[in-house]
């Protein structure tokens, strides 16, 4: 008790010693650089020289969780060290009222030369420092104190404010606002007293928004924020956080000295900033301007730009872990939309304002830039530094800044933080699909490149019917990018056997997409098709099954091995899930694949010769052709080629023509298969006009090889001796092959 008596009678006692502020101002500001949370602070000695400067203040706690009364709530707490947001202990409380009934405490005064009429008060925008013994105190100074000690507190504090520092992690720059030769005198506006406040049924809603006007004026002549003026603005913000939040953005939308204090110290208090914030995101989520009206009648529009600036100062309070991590989603997704569309569309209005912020603050010259700073802040404050380091390296916070590759950007963000914060992106996942399932969703190109990456986060049992109808509209889009991304989202959904089984909607328009030039886009289209089809509840249609079959024909030439090679494994899918009543349409294409998977059963690439061999004999036993099977089985192909020309010798000069590609191929084993097979099929071939045509063109094709074979050579002579014959017969010239 004896230690509390002497602790509480040393805050009104006077400066002294080593602790004392100097006399003058030091010519050269210094800056002040921000300190990592979890770094412990190296007392030196200019900090225990403000640490004397402020030893005098008064301590008040950040947050105000209940009110017990007002004789109580509206007193701070004077003990050294006291935990923020404890009561005070009545003793101490009856002690500190004694004390100040025979030691008057005076507001310092201050004096100033006027240029021209009363000095305006500085504005800064000033970047929040970790400082416990001077940004989280809140200093009550009497109003009727004369002292010289406490007027040089007034001034030496007053400079320390003016002089912090804003840092630009873009350019990595200290920028702070310069201080000027005069000191800002009080403004004769006075804070409300805290006996207004002591009933709030006796004072009326409609005040509210004149009550946050007044404290913001008054703060305008004030380096910190009173302990009166702390506790009314947090008792406010408590009971109608809306008033406030819209009030301080139309009094300071440039986010003035004044209006940082306030932000910052709603930032303290976890408790008033868990319901300030939803009315700080709502504005920031509607561009440019939101629209809502105060408890007075006030409905002026307030700047969602506007809100960022008070969003970022309070991200940067090193106190507030535990309401921005509750509100961690969807304060990303604000700052993510404040970056893609102050890229892609600046109103003039939005301009003007920027202008003046960037004029007065030293900020980024583009919003964007700044909202991609408060954007790295959050992400820090949530312990995502290596994400932001990550993002760097690769340049994609840059990326992020171009309207044309801010999608690429977006997804390469999503899948850095995908990899340490599931939860986080599940939340941003959601918040997203909220806004892409609008009916006309706005700048949604990098919204859907983040949800495409985190789909794999969402709980599908609650938004399944959500998630596949918006990739079904995209999947419909003229924009190649929106149904590329579609396209990667049905991927990642098709791998679930109940979404897999809702998608036989979205067969036509797959199919469609297996002819598109872009191999990639080819390449998924296939990919949603095998997940699907690896589920065996799921059967392929009458009539999906031949347009599918029909359509990957073409896919087995492709250049690309893996387009090639899943193309050829979709095809047997397709005849071992084929409905009962489509497998009599579906024959005659598995007829025309024989010849074509008999070629690629003689690939270089072991992988497709391996899957070519599967599929024909899944292609013999679906056409009940034993012998041919049998051929497979045995691996003697050359026989399956003549078995197959015997079979049906109608069709020889179709199938050479189908042979007849593949002695260009750039594969040396491709080209002599096909020869072999063209020098089988010229014994069935009927018809002097047509057999002569095809043996033009296949001389043509076997003439343009550079390296022959021996077998390409052999079947070279015999197709230009049956070529003369056939020219002969006919009475025609012969012609020079």
């Known amino acids: 008790m004896a230690g509390r008596f002497r602790r509480l009678f040393k805050v009104f006692r006077g400066k002294k010693g080593p602790g004392a502020a100097p006399a003058q101002q030091p010519e050269e500001l210094e800056q002040f650089q921000p300190r990592q949370d979890d770094a412990a602070p190296d007392r030196t000695q200019e900090q225990d020289r403000a640490h004397g400067r402020f030893r005098s203040t008064v301590q008040v706690p950040a947050a105000i969780p209940t009110?017990?009364?007002?004789?109580?709530?509206?007193?701070?707490?004077?003990?050294?060290?006291?935990?923020?947001?404890?009561?005070?202990?009545?003793?101490?409380?009856?002690?500190?009222?004694?004390?100040?009934?025979?030691?008057?405490?005076?507001?310092?005064?201050?004096?100033?030369?006027?240029?021209?009429?009363?000095?305006?008060?500085?504005?800064?925008?000033?970047?929040?420092q970790a400082e416990p013994d001077v940004s989280t105190d809140i200093t009550a100074p009497s109003e009727d104190s004369d002292s010289p000690t406490n007027d040089h507190t007034v001034k030496t504090d007053r400079a320390v404010t003016e002089d912090m520092a804003i840092t630009n992690t873009d350019t990595g720059e200290t920028q702070g606002i310069p201080n000027t030769d005069t000191t800002p005198i009080p403004t004769g506006i006075h804070a409300p007293e805290l006996g207004y406040f002591k009933n709030s049924a006796d004072s009326s809603q409609q005040q509210v928004p004149a009550m946050v006007s007044n404290i913001h004026q008054s703060l305008g002549s004030h380096v910190t924020v009173g302990a009166r003026?702390?506790?009314?603005?947090?008792?406010?913000?408590?009971?109608?956080?809306?008033?406030?939040?819209?009030?301080?953005?139309?009094?300071?939308?440039?986010?003035?000295?004044?209006?940082?204090?306030?932000?910052?110290?709603?930032?303290?208090?976890?408790?008033?900033?868990?319901?300030?914030?939803?009315?700080?995101?709502?504005?920031?989520?509607?561009?440019?301007l939101h629209s809502m009206c105060t408890s007075d009648g006030d409905d002026t529009p307030v700047l969602?730009?506007?809100?960022?600036?008070?969003?970022?100062?309070?991200?940067?309070?090193?106190?507030?872990?535990?309401?921005?991590?509750?509100?961690?989603?969807?304060?990303?997704?604000?700052?993510?939309?404040?970056?893609?569309?102050?890229?892609?569309?600046?109103?003039?209005?939005?301009?003007?304002?920027?202008?003046a912020c960037w004029e007065e603050h030293r900020l980024p010259t583009n919003p964007n830039r700044f909202a991609v700073q408060a954007m790295k802040a959050l992400l820090c404050r949530l312990r995502c530094d290596n994400e932001v380091v990550a993002m760097e390296r690769k340049?994609?916070?840059?990326?992020?800044?171009?309207?044309?590759?801010?999608?690429?950007?977006?997804?390469?963000?999503?899948?850095?933080?995908?990899?340490?914060?599931?939860?986080?992106?599940?939340?941003?996942?959601?918040?997203?699909?909220?806004?892409?399932?609008?009916?006309?969703?706005?700048?949604?190109?990098?919204?859907?490149?983040?949800?495409?990456?985190?789909?794999?986060?969402?709980?599908?049992?609650?938004?399944?019917?959500?998630?596949?109808?918006?990739?079904?509209?995209?999947?419909?889009?003229?924009?190649?990018?929106?149904?590329?991304?579609?396209?990667?989202?049905?991927?990642?959904?098709?791998?679930?056997?109940?979404?897999?089984?809702?998608?036989?909607?979205l067969s036509q328009r797959l199919v469609e997409l297996l002819g598109d030039a872009d191999g990639e886009v080819v390449r998924m289209s296939l990919s949603v098709f095998m997940n699907a089809l690896e589920n065996k509840d799921i059967l392929v249609s009458?009539?999906?099954?031949?347009?599918?079959?029909?359509?990957?024909?073409?896919?087995?030439?492709?250049?690309?091995?893996?387009?090639?090679?899943?193309?050829?494994?979709?095809?047997?899918?397709?005849?071992?899930?084929?409905?009962?009543?489509?497998?009599?349409?579906l024959e005659r294409i598995v007829s025309q694949s024989l010849l074509l998977l008999f070629l690629h059963c003689h690939e270089e690439n072991r992988h497709v010769a391996e899957a070519s061999m599967e599929t024909l004999l899944c292609a013999a036993g679906f056409l009940k052709r034993r012998n041919l099977k049998q051929l497979v089985k045995k691996e003697q192909l050359l026989m399956f080629a003549e078995c197959l020309l015997?079979?049906?010798?109608?069709?020889?000069?179709?199938?050479?023509?189908?042979?007849?590609?593949?002695?260009?191929?750039?594969?040396?084993?491709?080209?002599?298969?096909?020869?072999?097979?063209?020098?089988?099929?010229?014994?069935?071939?009927?018809?002097?006009?047509?057999?002569?045509?095809?043996?033009?063109?296949?001389?043509?094709?076997l003439r343009r090889d550079d390296s022959p074979s021996q077998t390409n050579i052999v079947v070279q002579k015999i197709f230009n001796k049956r070529a003369a014959e056939l020219r002969s017969s006919a009475g025609s010239e012969p012609e020079s092959l």
């Open 67 to 128: 009110w017990a009364g007002p004789a109580v709530a509206a007193q701070p707490s004077t003990a050294p060290g006291a935990p923020l947001g404890t009561a005070l202990p009545s003793l101490s409380f009856v002690l500190l009222q004694m004390f100040r009934k025979f030691i008057p405490i005076r507001r310092g005064k201050t004096s100033t030369t006027a240029t021209e009429g009363t000095a305006e008060p500085d504005s800064g925008l000033t970047e929040l």
């Open 229 to 288: 003026l702390g506790f009314n603005l947090l008792r406010l913000a408590e009971e109608h956080p809306a008033d406030v939040v819209l009030t301080l953005l139309r009094c300071a939308p440039s986010c003035d000295r004044a209006a940082t204090m306030m932000w910052r110290l709603l930032g303290l208090s976890g408790s008033t900033l868990e319901k300030v914030l939803p009315t700080l995101l709502c504005v920031m989520e509607d561009w440019p």
């Open 304 to 355: 969602a730009l506007a809100a960022t600036l008070g969003l970022w100062v309070i991200v940067q309070v090193p106190r507030c872990h535990e309401a921005v991590n509750l509100y961690s989603s969807r304060i990303f997704v604000a700052l993510l939309f404040q970056v893609v569309i102050t890229t892609q569309q600046m109103p003039e209005e939005v301009d003007h304002f920027w202008r």
């Open 395 to 505: 340049r994609g916070w840059d990326t992020l800044l171009c309207a044309d590759t801010q999608h690429y950007a977006v997804g390469l963000l999503a899948r850095e933080m995908r990899r340490v914060s599931l939860p986080m992106c599940s939340g941003i996942a959601l918040r997203l699909l909220g806004l892409l399932s609008r009916e006309e969703p706005r700048w949604d190109l990098p919204f859907l490149a983040f949800l495409v990456e985190v789909l794999e986060c969402l709980d599908l049992r609650e938004c399944s019917d959500s998630v596949l109808e918006m990739m079904s509209r995209y999947l419909l889009s003229e924009c190649r990018q929106r149904c590329r991304l579609a396209l990667r989202g049905l991927v990642v959904l098709s791998k679930d056997p109940a979404m897999a089984r809702r998608m036989g909607s």
């Open 542 to 585: 009458s009539t999906t099954a031949p347009k599918l079959a029909e359509a990957l024909l073409p896919l087995f030439e492709n250049d690309n091995s893996h387009v090639q090679l899943f193309s050829i494994h979709l095809f047997c899918k397709v005849m071992e899930l084929v409905v009962e009543e489509g497998k009599k349409p």
């Open 646 to 701: 015997a079979e049906d010798r109608s069709r020889a000069a179709e199938r050479l023509h189908q042979a007849l590609p593949f002695v260009e191929s750039p594969q040396e084993s491709l080209r002599e298969a096909a020869v072999r097979f063209m020098g089988a099929a010229r014994v069935f071939l009927r018809g002097h006009k047509e057999e002569l045509q095809l043996l033009s063109e296949a001389l043509q094709a």
